[in-house]
């Protein structure tokens, strides 16, 4: 199980992206670019993050089409 483990502290972050709702880091970025939509884990809202501005972005989640 270990053979997956990637420790983070022996990263280099870069920088870290804040929820533009509630204001806590919502994310850590260690060579990211790009941009991910992502549930922020205080609040619970979505948000999309540009990784080549390093800006949360705040959205409306995409609805499901069956």
């Known amino acids: 199980m270990t053979d997956y483990m990637v420790d983070l502290n022996a990263l280099d972050k870069d920088d870290e992206v804040e ?9 850590f970025s260690y060579g990211a670019s790009g941009k991910q939509s992502c549930q922020c ?3 619970h809202r979505y948000v999309l993050i540009d990784y080549d501005k390093m800006k949360a972005l705040r959205v409306r989640p995409r609805k499901k089409v069956s």
Do not use: H, Q
Not at 19 to 27: A, D, F, L
């Open 19 to 27: 929820c533009p709702y509630c204001m806590k880091i919502v994310s």
């Open 41 to 43: 884990g205080n609040c």
